[in-house]
């Protein structure tokens, strides 16, 4: 693999830290630190939308979804460091405003360059977010 020797590039040790960082904050429901992370040309794209959203359209959805839950945590993170970014696989664990809990496992591609995020690739299981079936009568 080649790495990208530019005035851009980022350590491993550089690489975790904004990952980390960048959890840390979404936890925190600090949208200030989250915006500082994403570079200005930031992109996100997630596989239950299929769709690829601006750096406002997803920091507009991240206010709208501290307002749907209690608490939400990135639990059980395993960082892996590539050239140009980090691949991150954890659990998102969620409380409702009523208590009711849910976890899930996720992972996040994030290419970064500069001390800055400018793309994530979220991946989901979508089975989790599906109702369940009314038994056959």
């Known amino acids: ?6 005035a851009d590039a980022m350590t491993d040790p550089e690489l ?12 925190r429901r600090d949208i200030a630190a989250v915006e500082a992370i994403y570079a200005p040309d ?3 794209w997630i596989n239950l939308a299929g769709a690829e959203s601006s750096r406002e359209q ?9 307002a749907l839950l209690r608490r939400r945590s990135y639990d059980d993170r395993t960082i892996d460091t590539f050239g140009t970014g980090f691949l ?4 998102v664990n969620v409380v409702q405003h ?8 996720a992972c996040i591609v994030a ?3 500069a001390g800055r995020i400018t793309r994530i690739e979220e991946y989901m299981d979508s089975s989790r977010f599906r109702r369940p079936r009314p038994e056959a009568q």
């Open 1 to 6: 693999m080649r790495v990208d020797q530019s």
């Open 16 to 27: 975790r830290e904004l990952c980390n960082r960048f959890f840390d904050a979404l936890e």
């Open 42 to 44: 930031f992109s996100f």
């Open 58 to 66: 997803n920091l507009k959805t991240l206010r709208e979804g501290y």
């Open 88 to 91: 991150a696989r954890y659990s």
């Open 98 to 105: 009523d208590g009711r809990r849910a976890s899930f496992p």
């Open 111 to 113: 290419q970064c360059k």
